[in-house]
């Protein structure tokens, strides 16, 4: 069968009278996955193409359908998609948490709002988002040196009391080990140089493993035809779902940063020793030509990360080898000249307080971060005014407001670890200095945003409460001359209500990202300023002013160690346990839909292997059988639906008919990525395929109709299903008919009978090109 339909991809259609009345149903299921049983509701099942992370089965009965196509002439065969391996599969997916800032970091990329001939604006936005996951990449290998070399390093072994509580450290300490050969500053950091070291490695390691899974499988070919339109959305643009080029680039410019960074961290404090009055000239002469180097590198690295963007318009079968080899050996060359330099003999050279230019890099850094947010916000702004959609969230600010989320994650991660393993290494807080003043400043923060958020979500809180009282009588209405049952009224009602918060969140993002830029600014301020902790900064201010400080300080330490607790706990149970996983995997599912444009170690993009695994197997069956194909897609699987659709030809596209239930389309992607699922791309997806019809309940909190203008609204939308099914016990449904939300819509008469709809619909024969512009045809 298969080798027919590789014939048919080259050759065209092959099919006969006796295979052109076969209907082919592909259902693709949604987040958190399940198994082909469940989809195609029976325990025999049969993995018809595809491996182990993503295949399609059908029932075994229906393997040979294609032969004998009279005997499933009362339904459609049904094949199941089953993707859910591509976000949750074997245990390393545990390590994705910890590049959970860099993928938020990726998602800005793709919430730039729609604009239409302002090309040099659009790149410059993607350039600042691809700025903002390099200083995500430097903050995390530099929270790395700060618990390695600084407070391990520099402070404890450089500390009696501590090395001798840690007698692991012992060999590193002068005392303890009466000065041995490791005890020197500078050897001590080049030792302990191997954690930002290995950490880096590991990124490039995990960065490179699912490029070669994901980034490398190659879209379905096709020849661009007379009535082919991108212009509408990129989505369908031949080489989107192929970044293989732009991840290599960029994963060798991370790679390095990282590696320049610890360098930098070993050297700096070797070169400020030398730099005294009277240091020794040659090694003064050798650090500067080192940190030189060490510049012009991270100059090529900026070049890299700033020369190009994605390319889409065709499929880039390039790779800069030489680039993607050189730039990362260079800077781990070096890496270790500069261990060797710090390592130098250095008499009188002893360790105290912190580690110098710590907290310059971290302010740094901050400052940066939030120039290029500030920045990114404007271009935002002005492309949201070339073509205003007043359904884009925070009106065209989505993309800066979550790019700073990442940056308060990446903090927020880079605090917590720092003040762990200082509470930890001195527990009695009087051995060390502790890290940088500014790590505090930022944890003190956390409880005051913790305090705007309650207060936000007490006011959505009661916004939801008042709806519920509306929905309480809207709820009769809608089972008319059923008994009443208040408390099943008030079930319905409270589920309905729920379910609107889901349009709240760009209030939330809003409120949570201002908050975090007035807050962060501050605390930048505050360490700047005063150099000492929020506690000891107010010491000499009004007692409540005072309190206050310390109060702050001493939950926001609290609640950073808690949170970095539970990072561990969750990391280490999605490690060992497959349903932990499965949990987190929902996670990747909304947030790992997108190519990496902007961060080369975020996790990997499963579309760029769903979608052409979708895209190759509508096209290939419908050209070899010439018959029906309804896609029929759940939840996430309604984008990656769509998204195949867009990468088909116009006339395989013109033989497809798509069916959604519980999408995402509108209500979230809509409104967070207008530029790709924007009404404009969603209306000329209704137009190219041959119909469309979506399904959703009240009671979704994730699904909602499509809201297209005009006639293609109704052509689309069905009018919002009922549930549950049957308000009390009645003859059919003798049981109380649970409230399913976003589940089991298969359940509902309507999804059988919509199907029904799209098949008879659809025409076995080839459809002749369709005229631009020309609207779908009506469903009804």
């Known amino acids: 069968m298969e080798r027919a339909q590789e014939r048919a991809l080259t050759d065209g259609p092959a099919h006969g009278p006796e295979t052109s009345g076969i209907a082919l149903e592909l259902l693709v299921h949604g987040v958190g996955g399940t198994t082909p049983q469940e989809m195609l509701g029976d325990p025999r099942t049969v993995r018809i193409t595809g491996d182990d992370t993503a295949a399609v089965f059908r029932r075994a009965e229906d393997v040979d359908a294609e032969d004998g196509p009279r005997d499933h002439r009362g339904g459609p065969v049904q094949e199941a998609y089953v993707w859910c391996n591509l976000t949750s599969g074997n245990s390393t997916r545990a390590l994705w948490l910890l590049l959970l800032p860099f993928m938020v970091a990726n998602l800005a990329h793709w919430m730039r709002p729609t604009a239409r001939g302002r090309e040099r604006t659009v790149r410059s936005y993607g350039l600042l988002v691809r700025l903002v996951g390099l200083t995500l990449t430097v903050l995390l290998?530099?929270?790395?040196?700060?618990?390695?070399?600084?407070?391990?390093?520099?402070?404890?072994?450089?500390?009696?009391?501590?090395?001798?509580?840690?007698?692991?450290?012992?060999?590193?300490?002068p005392q303890v080990s009466h000065d041995a050969w490791w005890s020197r500053p500078g050897r001590r950091l080049s030792l302990a140089a191997v954690v930002p070291v290995a950490l880096t490695g590991l990124l490039w390691y995990l960065s490179h493993r699912t490029w070669s899974a994901y980034e490398s499988q190659q879209p379905l070919p096709h020849r661009p035809e007379p009535d082919e339109d991108t212009a509408q959305t990129s989505l369908g643009r031949p080489g989107f779902w192929y970044g293989r080029r732009l991840v290599a680039r960029l994963r060798a410019a991370h790679t390095a940063a990282g590696l320049l960074t610890v360098a930098a961290a070993v050297a700096s404090a070797a070169l400020r020793f030398d730099h005294r009055p009277g240091g020794p000239a040659v090694l003064v002469i050798l650090g500067l030509l080192l940190f030189a180097a060490l510049g012009a590198t991270g100059v090529v690295g900026l070049w890299v990360v700033c020369r190009r963007g994605r390319s889409e318009n065709r499929l880039d079968q390039e790779l800069d080898t030489r680039l993607v080899r050189r730039l990362p050996l260079a800077a781990l060359v070096l890496l270790l000249?500069?261990?060797?330099?710090?390592?130098?003999?250095?008499?009188?050279?002893?360790?105290?307080?912190?580690?110098?230019?710590?907290?310059?890099?971290?302010?740094?850094?901050?400052?940066?971060?939030?120039?290029?947010?500030?920045?990114?916000?404007?271009?935002?702004?002005?492309?949201?005014?070339?073509?205003p959609d007043p359904r884009a969230a925070l009106r065209g600010l989505s993309g800066p407001a979550v790019a700073l989320l990442a940056c308060a994650l990446g903090g927020l991660m880079s605090g917590g670890v720092a003040q762990r393993v200082a509470d930890w290494l001195d527990g009695t807080g009087t051995f060390l200095a502790g890290p940088p003043v500014l790590l505090t400043w930022q944890a003190s923060v956390i409880p005051v945003l913790l305090l705007v958020l309650l207060v936000l979500g007490a006011g959505l809180g009661r916004r939801a409460w008042l709806l519920r009282r509306t929905e309480l009588g809207e709820v009769p209405l809608d089972y008319p001359g059923e008994p009443q049952d208040p408390s099943r009224t008030r079930a319905i009602a409270t589920t309905r209500a729920m379910a609107t918060l889901t349009d709240r969140t760009p209030l939330v993002v809003a409120v949570t990202s201002a908050t975090t830029l007035l807050l962060g600014a501050g605390a930048v301020a505050g360490a700047t300023f005063t150099g000492q902790a929020p506690g000891a900064a107010a010491r000499h201010a009004h007692a409540f002013v005072h309190g206050a400080a310390q109060t702050v300080q001493a939950l926001g330490s609290w609640l950073i160690g808690l949170g970095f607790l539970l990072f561990v706990t969750w990391g280490r149970r999605a490690y060992k346990d497959a349903s932990a996983r499965r949990t987190i995997g929902i996670l990747w599912d909304v947030g790992t839909f997108w190519p990496r444009a902007a961060h080369p170690f975020a996790p990997p993009c499963y579309a760029e292997r769903a979608v052409p695994d979708l895209t190759w197997r509508m096209a290939t069956w419908t050209r070899a059988t010439g018959g029906r194909l309804v896609i029929s897609g759940h939840s996430q699987g309604?984008?990656?639906?769509?998204?195949?659709?867009?990468?088909?030809?116009?006339?395989?596209?013109?033989?497809?008919?798509?069916?959604?239930?519980?999408?995402?389309?509108?209500?979230?992607?809509?409104?967070?990525?207008?530029?790709?699922f924007g009404p404009a791309a969603l209306s000329s997806l209704h137009r190219e395929v041959d119909c469309w019809r979506n399904l959703h309940r009240l009671t979704d909190p994730i699904g909602g109709p499509m809201r297209l203008t005009g006639d293609c609204g109704p052509e689309v939308d069905r009018p919002p299903l009922q549930d549950p099914l049957a308000y009390g016990r009645t003859a059919r449904n003798p049981l109380p008919a649970p409230i399913l939300g976003h589940c089991d819509y298969q359940a509902d008469p309507a999804f059988a009978e919509e199907r029904e709809r799209l098949l008879a619909r659809l025409h076995p024969d080839v459809p002749p090109p369709r005229p631009q512009g020309e609207p779908g045809r009506s469903s009804a």
């Open 141 to 173: 290998v530099a929270a790395a040196c700060e618990v390695a070399l600084d407070l391990a390093a520099w402070q404890c072994a450089g500390t009696r009391a501590c090395a001798e509580r840690h007698t692991w450290l012992g060999f590193l300490s």
């Open 638 to 676: 309604s984008v990656l639906a769509a998204a195949a659709a867009w990468q088909l030809t116009p006339s395989d596209r013109g033989r497809v008919a798509l069916l959604t239930y519980g999408s995402p389309l509108e209500r979230l992607y809509g409104r967070w990525f207008p530029a790709h």
């Open 337 to 387: 000249f500069a261990a060797v330099y710090a390592g130098w003999e250095r008499p009188g050279w002893e360790s105290a307080g912190r580690l110098p230019g710590g907290g310059t890099t971290f302010g740094g850094l901050a400052l940066i971060q939030g120039a290029l947010v500030v920045t990114l916000a404007v271009i935002a702004r002005r492309l949201h005014r070339t073509r």
